[in-house]
C-alpha cells in the first residue's frame, strides 16, 4: 500500500516513477480497471468546487504529484513525496516499457490531425508497438456508445485520455467498468506536446518548476487558469 498525503481533501500518492510504473505493471498483470490521475494544483483547485472531481480523485487508483506545486503542498505537511511524476514523462515511459512487454495501447484525444501526428511519432519511436486504436477527442454524445465499443473491441491494456481536466477524469470514471481497461490514464495536453503543436518548456525551466510560465508564455489566454497556483500555496498554507 502506497504511502499517500492530503492535500486540501485530495489524497495523492508519495511515489517515485519507478514505484508509478511498477504499480501500473501490477494492474495489467491483475487485469483490474484502475484510473490513473496526474494532479497538478490546478486540477486540485478545481476539485475545491466541483465535487465529482473531488470524489474521482479520492476514489482513483493512482494520483500522482504531476505539478510542482502539489509536491511542495506534501513536502511543506511534512510528507515525502520522492519526485514529481509528469503526466509527459509517466506517458514516455509506459510507451517504452509497452514497447519491451508487448502491451496494447489505445490513444483517446486531442484533434485528428494531432493525434495522427502522435501516432507516427509512436511508430516512428516503436515500429514494433502495438497500437490497437487511434480517436480523436472531439465527439457528441450520441458518438459515445461507439467510442466505448471500439474501445472494448480493440481490448487495450492501457487507454491514454487527452480531454483535458476535468472531462478526462470524468469520462474514465464514468465508463471504467464498461471499457474494463487496465489503465486508464488522462495525460491532459502530453498529445500535443508530442505532436509538435505545443512545445515543451526548456529543461532548466523544467528544473527549476518554471513549466508553468512556459505554458502561459504559449497559450496566454491560459492566464486567469494560471492564478489558480499562488491560490493553492495560499490555501495549503493555511490549511497546515
Excluded at 483547485?45 to 472531481?53: F, H, I, N, T, V
Excluded at 509512436?122 to 472531439?138: Q, S
Excluded at 490514464?185 to 508530442?194: A, P, Q, R, S, Y
Aim: hydrophobic share 40%.
Amino acid at each position: 500500500m502506497n504511502k499517500q498525503v492530503s492535500i486540501l481533501g485530495v489524497s495523492v500518492d508519495c511515489v517515485s516513477m519507478e514505484e508509478t510504473l511498477d504499480k501500473i505493471e501490477k494492474s495489467i498483470e491483475q487485469k483490474k480497471p484502475s484510473l490513473v490521475a496526474t494532479a497538478n494544483a490546478e486540477m486540485i483547485m478545481l476539485a475545491q468546487k466541483d465535487r465529482e472531481l473531488f470524489r474521482i480523485l479520492n476514489e482513483a487508483s493512482l494520483v500522482i504529484a504531476d505539478g510542482a506545486g502539489v509536491v511542495f503542498a506534501a513536502r511543506y505537511k511534512k510528507a515525502y513525496i520522492k519526485e514529481r511524476v509528469t503526466g509527459f514523462d509517466l506517458t514516455q515511459k509506459l510507451l517504452s516499457l509497452s514497447n519491451k512487454k508487448n502491451y496494447k495501447i489505445f490513444l483517446f484525444g486531442t484533434s485528428e490531425l494531432n493525434i495522427k501526428n502522435v501516432e507516427q511519432k509512436i511508430n516512428h519511436l516503436y515500429p514494433e508497438l502495438n497500437i490497437v486504436g487511434v480517436r480523436n477527442g472531439f465527439f457528441s454524445e450520441h458518438e459515445e456508445k461507439e467510442i466505448i465499443e471500439q474501445i472494448k473491441k480493440a481490448n487495450p491494456d492501457i487507454l491514454f485520455l487527452g480531454l483535458g481536466v476535468p472531462k478526462q477524469e470524468k469520462w474514465i470514471a464514468k465508463n471504467l467498468k464498461d471499457i474494463n481497461v487496465p489503465v486508464c490514464i488522462g495525460v491532459g495536453g502530453t498529445f500535443d506536446i508530442m505532436s509538435g503543436s505545443l512545445k515543451r518548456a526548456p529543461l532548466w525551466m523544467q528544473k527549476n518548476h518554471l513549466e508553468w510560465l512556459y505554458r502561459l508564455y504559449q497559450e496566454p489566454k491560459r492566464f486567469f487558469r494560471m492564478m489558480a497556483l499562488p491560490k493553492f500555496v495560499f490555501k495549503v498554507i493555511l490549511e497546515k
